[in-house]
């Protein structure tokens, strides 16, 4: 029996409407990808290509123009709840602490504050948040920000996780050791992670397979297997394996 995939976008086209240049603008077109349980999976493409506006689709935030999108094989199409979003921002409330922030998915929930509390405390530890939990939000680094709200998004209770671009606001050397850290938690989690990014190298670097989005209106021009053993660290990116498959997209978008 063939399994079903945990998330399947078939076919999938945006179009907005421009009310002020009265023309219709097209975001993305005839998307088909797809998410296994357990995967993890890069959508990579310039900026602009749309890459945000399918993630919006996927949660429910958009109606796409055409196409569906497909959770365990049933049509979640226009409909929220059934994914983990974390967007590029972290939009963590200022006047809250990171506890405070981060037991909000459970707080909608109907989940009493004190056992949030619990749950989320005993999480800290593994999210690198422990000595952080009374801080708030301006007394961190941009890491720490990350990580908070990447812990508020997995206390959302979703087999999938969908993230934008996690760490473009990051600085270079924080943004190579978040990808380490995502790995490491990931691997901990044991969820199902669907990310877009504009960073070749993270996407080489974190995933299983990248679909490659072409310019706007963005469309899928190629999906590549990732063999790459893991667990991975920075040191697979110098090898020749890596190389090899960086060169070969750098192609594929004529970079």
């Known amino acids: 029996m063939m399994s079903i995939n945990l998330l399947d976008v078939q076919n999938v086209t945006k179009i907005f409407r421009d009310n002020r240049r009265g023309n ?3 975001a993305i077109t005839d998307i088909s990808v797809h998410l296994k ?3 993890f999976v890069s959508i990579l493409g310039p900026s602009g290509c749309g890459k945000s506006t399918l993630l919006d689709i996927i949660a429910g935030l958009e109606i796409p123009t055409d196409g569906q999108v497909f959770y ?3 049509v979640i199409t226009g409909k929220k709840g059934f994914v983990s979003y974390m967007p590029q921002k972290d939009v963590l409330f200022p006047w809250r602490t990171v506890l405070e922030n981060v037991i909000v ?3 909608l929930k109907n989940v009493t504050k004190k056992h949030a509390m619990q749950e989320a405390k005993a999480l800290l530890p593994l999210f690198g948040l422990e000595n952080f939990a009374n801080s708030y ?3 961190l680094s941009g890491g720490m920000r990350q990580r908070a709200s990447f812990l508020r998004t997995y206390l959302s209770k979703k087999d999938c996780m969908i993230l934008d671009e996690p760490f473009g606001r990051l600085d270079a050397i924080t943004r190579v050791q978040m990808q380490q850290w995502l790995l490491s938690i990931w691997e901990q989690l044991e969820k199902s992670i669907l990310m877009v990014t504009h960073d070749i190298d993270e996407a080489i670097m974190l995933s299983d397979r990248i679909y490659v989005l072409s310019p706007r209106p963005g469309k899928v021009i190629r999906e590549i297997e990732i063999s ?3 667990p991975r660290t920075h040191e697979s990116m110098t090898t020749e394996e890596f190389m090899s498959i960086k060169k070969s997209i ?3 978008l004529s970079i």
């Open 137 to 139: 939000p301006d007394a």
């Open 37 to 39: 349980r357990g995967e």
């Open 228 to 230: 790459i053993d893991r």
């Open 105 to 107: 998915p459970l707080e």
């Open 72 to 74: 365990e094989g049933n």
């Open 250 to 252: 750098l192609h594929t």
């Open 24 to 26: 219709d603008v097209t």
